[in-house]
């Protein structure tokens, strides 16, 4: 081997970034955009009432119960989800039906609202897959089977791991990097600010890339529980590990009755410390002799969303399962590094954080795709015309970079202007994000690249600045309403906006001021490159 | 308690940077070893007082989770402001120079561009 370890890593690291780097920034995205998923979805959910003081858990559970046995007397299984924490103002409940014989797999989901103050029924709520459905893209991606979206976002996330730690090995000056940013000398510019972006969150990207591989192992690497289990490893491995407990199921047709559901409730309240009451519980088999209480405490009581949930035999009232106390090592390693990875635990000031992570780490996948291509330009003679592949990377780069976040806000906009009634919404919703977002591949095909950088910034400046004109005119939950009433969830998305709006306005006129021979993105000769590997 | 781990963690970075070879533009002369082994030294302790602040309010777990987000935070508004503010602070040094005030900051030295 000619070359040093280091310049082999670089290599490494430039085209393992680049092969898969539009899909990270995509997956980075919205995954960033899914620690706010519960925020966005009570924003694209404008019917659904404003923050506001609520009953007690206590006061509300009757309430819930008699709504349940009354709409679903023969219900299988039996959800509720009370008001206050990260998921919604309203009271919600939710049942499945059960199967008929013969016809297992035909059971039905319902789910309703209810407003937690006057007790009624909401209605002509839109239909809309929320911020879930964005969160979900990081993973599932869209318009494909999930099995093939995990398996290509997991080979993805290990290009990520890889260019990662090759990335490292490459700037061995790593705390330099930490405090070296110089703006306006080009490509040199551009490096300063991927290393600052990496290197200030990078236990951030360590672990969200490796927690991101944990999620699926199983999928990603089958091989362990087919070996110990042999024939159908996978489903005896997982019946071992996440079923437990699991009653004989033909004992559900015996009618029991139910002990005292207030008793367990501050039971599990007094076994988490006294002070913190149930946000949700869900009950299987209600009224059946195999009736099992499930009670999850509220989101920031542990950072693994298992610690903390209690199981109680439904027809005794004694609690038969704590997750958090019975599991193995292992089992808790998993959990607090999904539970790392998905952030739920996490309270407002650190939310925050976890954005503002999530955001430099979408940019450090920006800014290194637009120093593959400014690096190559820099070769280039003056005047000359870019190679194919460069000018293909540089449009997919744009539309990539700025379409995403456009497409992004077309789907906002989708939600508030796609008439309400209408049927499969919520895809609909969705697809008017793809389709501007595959416009926006298009668009820089037919314009040059300067200008079309320029246009597309304005048009994304343009989409954000106008998302709370639009939820002005179409809703009565905009700022006007949102902030006098300190609805600060609903007003911060409108305010988001607009910050989101003024950057890439500034941006726009940044680039549009510096005319076509922009230092951004055209000749590098004149500026002085000192020492670029 | 998160405010001041905000503040320490910021104000780490900031004697950490300034120790740095690449921040000699700040200082009017050569820093002796001394001085920048001291600066080091500030810096780190700073860091570690504010990620124990942290886990002081939030325990272990959160706290150091919490820590890790407010040192992104800080290094990103710290690093990206850096060459802007230099250019002001060069600007109020040679001012401030002019004047009697000046023995604060005497040590500041405008940038060769500026």
């Known amino acids: 081997m000619k070359e040093g370890f280091r310049q082999s890593m670089a290599w490494l690291h430039t085209w393992a970034g680049l092969l898969v780097g539009w899909v990270l920034f995509f997956v980075y995205l919205t995954g960033t955009l899914g620690y706010v998923q519960y925020e966005i979805t009570r924003w694209m959910e404008p019917e659904k009432p404003m923050v506001s003081e609520v009953p007690s858990t206590q006061d509300l559970l009757p309430h819930a119960l008699d709504i349940l046995s009354t709409r679903a007397p023969n219900g299988a299984h039996w959800f509720v989800n009370f008001p206050g924490g990260r998921r919604g103002t309203t009271l919600r409940i939710a049942w499945e039906t059960r199967a008929v014989e013969g016809r297992e797999g ?99 990207h360590l672990m969200i890339t490796y927690t991101g591989l944990v999620f699926f192992a199983l999928t990603y690497m089958p091989i362990g529980p087919a070996v110990l289990y042999g024939d159908n490893g996978a489903d005896k491995f997982s019946a071992d590990v996440f079923e437990y407990d699991d009653p004989d199921p033909s004992l559900s047709k015996h009618v029991a009755e139910m002990a005292d559901l207030p008793l367990m409730m501050a039971d599990a309240s007094q076994r988490w410390g006294g002070t913190v009451a149930p946000i949700s519980f869900d009950i299987e088999n209600p009224g059946r002799v195999i009736s099992r209480v499930t009670i999850r405490p509220p989101e920031d009581y542990a950072i693994s969303s298992f610690v903390g949930v209690l199981v109680f035999d439904g027809v005794t009232g004694e609690m038969v399962n704590d997750f958090g106390a019975g599991m193995s090592n292992a ?11 998905e952030g739920v635990f996490a309270g407002a000031l650190l939310r925050v954080l976890y954005f503002l992570s999530g955001l430099a780490g979408t940019a450090m996948i920006g800014t290194g795709l637009i120093l593959w291509s400014v690096k190559r330009k820099a070769k280039l003679a003056q005047k000359q015309k870019p190679p194919l592949g460069i000018e293909i990377v540089d449009r997919l780069n744009l539309g990539t970079l700025i379409g ?33 977002w595959a416009v926006m591949f298009i668009h820089p095909v037919w314009r040059p690249l300067h200008t079309a950088w320029v246009e597309q910034l304005y048009i994304a400046s343009a989409a954000f600045a106008l998302l709370p004109i639009v939820n002005f005119l179409t809703t009565d939950r905009h700022l006007g309403i949102t902030i006098p009433h300190g609805d600060w969830v609903l007003a911060g998305f409108d305010l988001t906006a607009l910050v ?34 | 308690m998160i405010l001041l781990s ?35 030294f500030v810096g780190w302790v700073m860091l570690s007082l504010a990620a124990v602040f942290c886990c002081w309010v939030l325990g272990w777990a959160l706290g150091l989770v919490t820590w890790f987000g407010v040192f992104a935070a800080c290094t990103l508004v710290l690093t990206f402001s850096l060459p802007y503010v230099s250019d002001r602070v060069g600007t109020q040094a040679r001012t401030l120079r002019r004047g009697s005030a000046a023995s604060a900051v005497s040590t500041f030295r405008p940038p060769h561009d500026c």
């Open chain 1, 500 to 533: 989101v709006a003024l950057a890439f306005g500034l941006v726009a006129r940044h680039m549009q001021g510096k005319g076509k021979t922009t230092r951004l993105f055209r000749p590098f000769s004149r500026v002085k490159t000192d020492g670029v590997p």
């Open chain 1, 106 to 204: 035909l059971e039905d989901f319902f789910s309703e609202d209810y407003d937690p103050t006057t007790g009624a029924l909401i209605t002509g709520i839109r239909k809309t897959d929320g911020g879930r459905r964005l969160y979900q893209m990081h993973y599932n991606l869209s318009y494909m089977s999930r099995d093939l979206a995990i398996r290509l976002v997991g080979i993805c996330t290990m290009f990520m791991f890889v260019a990662m730690i090759s990335g490292i090995i490459v700037h061995k000056k790593i705390f330099r990097d930490l405090f070296t940013f110089r703006p306006g000398r080009g490509q040199r510019s551009w490096l300063d600010g991927h290393n600052v972006l990496a290197v200030t969150s990078l236990p951030f």
């Open chain 1, 331 to 341: 089992a808790d390693t998993h959990d607090v590094l999904t539970g790392l990875h």
């Open chain 2, 6 to 40: 905000f503040i320490f963690t910021f104000g780490g970075s900031l004697v950490l940077c300034l120790a740095m070879p690449q921040s000699r533009k700040f200082w009017s002369r050569k820093l002796d070893q001394w001085v920048i082994r001291m600066l080091r």
């Open chain 1, 404 to 436: 995403l976040p456009i497409a992004i806000a077309a789907y906002f906009w989708a939600n508030r202007l796609v008439p309400v009634g209408i049927e499969n919404r919520a895809d609909i919703e969705v697809n008017v994000m793809f389709v501007v």
